[in-house]
């Protein structure tokens, strides 16, 4: 086994230690890098928090990856960590949007109702899928992501009328986005922001500020379910959630100004580059499994 492959499994068991109360036990000899992880998800955090106000997503599209490749997190805790950063970072965005008066509250509500149902319904799905399955998810979610962000999509400047056929179909967007939030660790406003836009005719800032709303309500859901499971290391997701505050409501109020053409293509870019990455990382994982299973553990 090379030496990457040694310090990545080690890296592996060390966060399993977390999986007990949300904490490496202080006993644990590995106890004492766990600082080093803190600080690791406090920078990750005010990336991901930029990003979340810039856009309207949760900000679980870059937390996962940087606690699986930066970190070295197990991908089902990543995915279950990363949830409840997203509730402190979104509700900050939140604010910023609120404020500007860029919430469509009547749209949000029926999203809200089903984004908490399907979250419920992720979360179950999460404790049931292998690590590397998940991990070809999430890259296949960022490619998605990416092509969205890399199309340009007319601006529109308001809905029409709320009635019962635009409630059940804001009802299932909740559904569906609540499923991926729960499942990736994802805000679900990857699929709520381009949604609302398209077919519900919601200008650019009031998507993004909509979206965050029901991001809020979805994770906070999702993240109890995954609580209750032992599926959230507490102090990285609250270290990496509350850096991720300051920047979220920032980015939060440049974004209710800007139209953000250039920003999507740089960070469509910036996506694809990190699921590739993902992806030859679980390439290499398989590979390192086969050599394993073929030759044994090493004396």
Excluded: C
Excluded at 109 to 123: C, D, E, F, L, S
Excluded at 126 to 146: D, G, M, N
Excluded at 272 to 293: F, H, I, K, N, Y
């Amino acid at each position: 086994m090379s030496a990457r492959a040694r310090y990545t499994s080690e890296r592996a068991k060390e966060w399993q230690k977390v999986r007990r109360g949300g904490r490496i036990s202080s006993a644990s000899p590995d106890a004492e890098s766990h600082p080093r992880h803190i600080r690791g998800a406090i920078a990750i955090g005010l990336v991901a928090g930029f990003l979340s106000g810039l856009f309207g997503v949760g900000g679980g599209i870059l937390i996962v990856p940087g606690l699986v490749l930066l970190l070295g997190m197990d991908q089902r805790l990543a995915h279950g960590t990363s949830l409840g950063t997203a509730v402190p970072i979104s509700i900050s965005g939140l604010i910023g949007f609120a404020i500007a008066g860029k919430v469509d509250w009547p749209v949000s509500v029926p999203i809200i109702i089903g984004g908490a149902i399907g979250a419920v319904v992720g979360t179950r799905f999460l404790r049931q899928i292998s690590s590397r399955k998940l991990r070809i998810a999430f890259a296949l979610v960022l490619v998605a992501t990416a092509a969205r962000l890399a199309v340009q999509i007319p601006q529109t400047h308001g809905r029409g009328p709320f009635d019962l056929a635009l409630g059940l179909g804001l009802f299932a967007l909740g559904l569906g986005s609540g499923v991926l939030a729960g499942l990736m660790g994802v805000g679900g406003g990857v699929v709520i922001v381009p949604a609302l836009l398209i077919f519900w005719g919601l200008s650019s800032p009031v998507a993004k500020g909509t979206s965050l709303a029901v991001v809020v309500v979805t994770a906070i859901v999702g993240t109890v379910q995954n609580l209750r499971h032992r599926n959230v290391d507490v102090p990285v997701a609250v270290s990496a959630g509350l850096a991720g505050m300051l920047s979220a409501f920032g980015a939060s109020v440049i974004s209710v100004n800007i139209g953000g053409d250039l920003s999507n293509d740089l960070f469509a870019v910036l996506l694809g580059a990190v699921a590739l990455r993902m992806l030859l990382r679980s390439r290499d994982r398989t590979g390192e499994a086969a050599v394993a299973a073929t030759t044994g553990p090493e004396p």
